[in-house]
């Protein structure tokens, strides 16, 4: 049985611990901070009855039980092939991380960052096992939405990117090659540039955020849930996608030139459409929300789980 050291039990850190439990992994989680560790393992136990209720986990208890809350980061990396950091998104943070988890794990123990938009050069490069870190960036919560962006700094070793693909795919993850350092990497540009034009027709008045979140949760996203940009436009055009390309080339290039600036994330631009959305939910409404969100996610994924891919 395969060992993961899960640095940080936030929200990001106990659903990685529900992806390697489920599959079979003995999971140590470690959380400087009291309450979080307190808190873990009954975080890990309710996602993995949830989706124990779906059918898509065999047996929760069974995985619950090989997951320990462990004292020290030391501990946590002891004897475990992979590491999935997931502390907070600062880069002095990162970088302190990196050089104990260096210090601390044996030489063949990959180290990943769940880091949103840090580059893995920037946290790694004094390192010296800098050749076996990278970037594991997930999707909140990853335990629901199984891609993973993995990139790796310049010198991250093409072993390490092989053997993290082949770890994430051993738990039911979806590996993606990010070829090369890039803000952001591939999933949050793609977001960046909805949200932006999103925002931009909110603050325009072209539309209500509401109606906004209505073209793409009863539009656009029906069919993203299970197909990609390319694939959709594929089937847009009888000839596929170059003839889509010819047909709607030209509305393309007017939208270019008519792209949305940069004040679009100006203080008072975006106060605007946060205005116009208009609603102030408590902390407690975000938890029973995001509880809704992830129930509809699973079943959305127990759908998948019976669907063959085309
Ligand atoms: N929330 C998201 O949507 C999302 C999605 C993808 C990736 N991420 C990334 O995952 C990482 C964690 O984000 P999160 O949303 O779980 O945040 P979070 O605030 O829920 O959790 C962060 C955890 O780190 C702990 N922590 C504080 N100092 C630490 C330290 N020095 N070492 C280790 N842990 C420490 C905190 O106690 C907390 O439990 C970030 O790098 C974030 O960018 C977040």
């Known amino acids: 049985m395969q ?27 470690w959380d ?31 995985a619950h039980s090989q997951v320990s809350v462990v004292a020290t980061l030391e501990e946590a990396v002891d004897g475990v092939s992979y590491v999935q950091e997931s502390g907070p998104e600062r880069l002095d943070v990162k970088i302190e991380l990196f050089r104990r988890l260096d210090g601390a794990a044996a030489p063949g123990t990959i180290l990943g960052s769940s880091t949103s938009a840090i580059v893995a050069s920037k946290f790694t490069e004094s390192l010296a096992g ?50 090369r350092e890039v803000d952001g ?26 109606d906004l979140d209505r073209t793409v949760a009863d539009g656009l996203g029906l069919r993203w849930a299970f197909m990609g940009p390319f694939e ?17 080339v030209s509305w393309f290039r007017r939208y270019q030139a008519d792209a949305p600036p940069a004040a679009v994330w100006d203080d008072a631009s975006w106060q605007r459409a946060v205005a116009a959305w208009g609603k102030h939910p408590s902390a407690a409404e975000i938890v029973q929300k995001t509880a809704w969100r992830n129930h509809r996610l699973a079943a959305l994924a127990a759908h998948k ?6």
Not at 34 to 61: T, Y
Not at 232 to 248: F, H, K, Q, S, V
Not at 305 to 310: E, I, L, M
Request: hydrophobic share 45%; with cysteine.
């Open 3 to 29: 060992t993961v050291g899960i640095v940080g039990a936030g929200l990001i850190g106990c659903s990685w611990a529900n992806v390697f439990a489920r599959s079979g992994w003995r999971v140590k989680v």
């Open 32 to 62: 400087p901070v009291d309450s979080q560790r307190a808190a873990a393992l009954s975080i890990i136990g309710h996602s993995l009855r949830d989706l124990a209720a779906l059918g898509l986990v065999e047996d929760a208890e069974a």
């Open 130 to 179: 800098r050749s076996r870190c990278l970037v594991a960036h997930p999707v909140n919560p990853p335990h629901l939405a199984p891609v993973v962006e993995l990139c790796g700094a310049p010198w991250t070793s093409i072993e390490t990117k092989q053997r993290a693909s082949t770890i994430m795919q051993s738990v039911g993850q979806v590996p993606v090659d990010v070829r």
């Open 185 to 210: 990497f591939v999933l949050n540009r793609l977001q960046a540039a909805l949200l932006t034009e999103a925002f931009r027709l909110v603050q325009d008045g072209v539309v209500s955020p509401e």
């Open 232 to 248: 959709t436009i594929e089937l847009n055009a009888p000839n596929g996608i170059a003839d889509y390309c010819e047909r709607y």
């Open 305 to 310: 789980k019976t669907q063959s891919s085309f």
